[in-house]
């Protein structure tokens, strides 16, 4: 059984190994993609070019990821986290 313990903190690739089934014929295909791959607890980012070659992002954040930004953009709850300390 895998544990926290046994998953790294920040996880990073150049390229990325795309598996799809086609829905109509049930075949699997399988594609190497040139996209940098950076995930963490709070988020996945994936980097790659636009079709003009210019830098181009996507982020997934995580829920915990969404709580932190939203927390530091000042949209968190007006209470301490440490019992006002």
Sequence with gaps: MKTNADTPNIITADEIKVE????DTGKTFVRKLPINYLETSNFLRLSAEDSQGNPSSLV??????????????????DTHRCEDH
Excluded: A, H, S, W
Excluded at 20 to 23: F, L, P, R
Excluded at 60 to 77: S, V
């Design 60 to 77: 997934f954040y995580t829920e915990q990821g969404i709580l932190g930004l939203r927390d530091t953009t000042g949209g968190g709850p």
């Design 20 to 23: 799809v089934v086609d829905k």
